[in-house]
């Protein structure tokens, strides 16, 4: 994929962990209504029911299963209860929720929930498909298509479900929130972890605890933003729980190196680069530095039209 302003690609070999979804077009209906008998299935369905607990059992044995025969979408973990939707490991699409699922490299979701106009609880989930307590999956906005490949859509989530693998010696395109992934007039941005060569996949994607630097304990992180002359802005960090007071491996140095390259004719502030060869935990070497959350050090390059950014793991 090619960005308008200008591009992004993460290269070698680690997990990169992505933070936005994308959704789904009309699929139908699986009900596994077990145990429950079919004539009160039949009439919640066509009538509904005054009794809530009731409707709620019925609405949650009642899904939608992932479109197998899509060609624009990828299936995250599939052998677990959400079945290839982007949701939740243990939440599978059932009836009156929104349904999420990844989007190809490099692009992004072009669904949403039509009266969400903030990243905020509920909305922020609220980003796909609506399964419907008919159990079939429907777009909000039909006439739209499901993804998009510039970076311009709407709403997307940060719940560590979508891993991007990338093997040693090839190149993945990243989607770059552009200036119309607005919501409410608030510029947003998408974030990153890399974690190291060594972690699966399956142990890459998950929130995580001290007890391993993987996932959102990965040593190091990245965003990236667009300004609205087109100019990119990528960041790369320490994560700063890497080395809180608690961590037990507070003081070891990863083993592999991040480092921002620029190519083209319009770009500022390279180097930018993280070495455990030379580098102790929390140093980084850069034009232009900057401390962010944690007391993470932190360094930022940008590039404008024509130009591109790598984001280099060695």
């Known amino acids: 994929m090619k960005f308008n302003p200008g591009t992004i690609a993460a290269i070698i070999a680690n997990t990169v962990i992505v933070t936005f979804v994308a959704f789904v077009p009309h699929c139908h209906a699986q009900n596994t209504t077990a145990g429950i008998p079919n004539d009160v299935v039949d009439a919640i369905l066509?009538?509904?029911t005054p009794n809530p607990m009731e409707k709620r059992?019925?609405?949650?044995?009642?899904?939608?299963?992932?479109?197998?025969?899509?060609?624009?979408i990828v299936q995250v973990t599939p052998q677990f209860l959400n079945k290839g939707w982007a949701n939740s490991?243990?939440?599978?699409?059932?009836?009156?929720?929104?349904?999420?699922?990844?989007?190809?490299?490099?692009?992004?979701?072009?669904?949403?929930?039509?009266v969400a106009v903030d990243y905020v609880d509920p909305w922020k989930e609220q980003g796909g498909l609506f399964c419907g307590e008919d159990g079939v999956a429907r777009k909000p906005y039909p006439p739209q298509p499901l993804l998009r490949d510039s970076p311009k859509a709407a709403h997307c989530d940060e719940?560590?479900?979508?891993?991007?693998?990338i093997p040693a010696g090839t190149t993945a395109l990243l989607a770059i929130p552009g200036v119309e992934y607005w919501s409410e007039m608030k510029p947003t941005g998408a974030h990153y972890y890399i974690n190291s060569p060594n972690v699966p996949v399956?142990?890459?994607?998950?929130?995580?605890?001290?007890?391993?630097?993987?996932?959102?304990?990965?040593?190091?992180?990245?965003?990236?933003?667009?300004?609205?002359?087109?100019?990119?802005?990528?960041s790369l960090n320490w994560n700063p729980i890497w080395f809180e007071t608690t961590t037990p491996f507070r003081s070891e140095r990863p083993e592999f190196g991040v480092r921002l390259e620029c190519e083209g004719p319009n770009w500022n502030n390279a180097p930018c680069f993280i070495d455990p060869r030379i580098h102790a935990v929390n140093q980084v070497s850069y034009t232009q530095g900057f401390v962010g959350a944690g007391d993470a050090n932190a360094c930022v390059v940008t590039a404008g039209k024509d130009s591109q950014i790598k984001v280099v793991l060695f």
């Open 159 to 165: 719940a560590m479900r979508i891993p991007n693998f």
């Open 46 to 48: 066509a009538n509904g």
């Open 202 to 234: 399956d142990e890459a994607c998950v929130w995580g605890t001290n007890a391993k630097g993987a996932g959102n304990w990965a040593p190091y992180s990245f965003g990236t933003n667009e300004r609205e002359d087109g100019e990119i802005f990528v």
């Open 57 to 72: 059992l019925v609405h949650s044995h009642i899904e939608c299963p992932f479109p197998l025969d899509s060609n624009e």
């Open 89 to 114: 490991y243990d939440r599978p699409c059932t009836a009156n929720l929104w349904c999420q699922y990844a989007c190809k490299p490099g692009t992004v979701m072009h669904q949403w929930n039509p």
